[in-house]
């Protein structure tokens, strides 16, 4: 059975930093590229980084350039969502995906975890 959960959201205030954790089982998370999205209340999902299968290519949104960083531990079957310097704009629900290859079908979500900037 495939679960992919998300944890380590929270409220944090402007400037501070957090960190989230995906942890996965149930496919082989070697395989698979990794992904943070987030949605905030009236907006689209956007992606906001993402790391290769092995780890060695990382991409970011523009939005968040400079102040968050993916990583992953593939021995955890973990990926990791370093934030700092964190906004209000920077509220939502982030959600972690791991894909296979660009498949529509070995895709999988998380059930997502809020992030509260304010102070």
């Known amino acids: 059975q495939v679960q992919v959960v998300e944890s380590g959201g929270g409220l944090v205030q402007p400037g501070r930093s957090l960190r989230l954790s995906c942890a996965v089982s149930g496919f082989t998370f070697r395989n698979y590229a990794m992904s943070w999205y987030r949605q905030a209340p009236g907006k689209e999902r956007e992606l906001v980084a993402s790391i290769t299968r092995v780890g060695g290519n990382t991409k970011y949104s523009d939005s968040v350039k400079g102040r968050f960083t993916i990583s992953r531990d593939n021995a955890k079957n973990t990926v990791y969502l370093q934030m700092s310097s964190l906004r209000p704009e920077d509220t939502a629900v982030y959600y972690c995906?791991?894909?296979?290859?660009?498949?529509?079908?070995?895709?999988?979500w998380g059930q997502g975890t809020q992030v509260t900037v304010s102070s």
């Open positions: 995906n791991a894909n296979w290859g660009g498949s529509t079908v070995l895709d999988y």
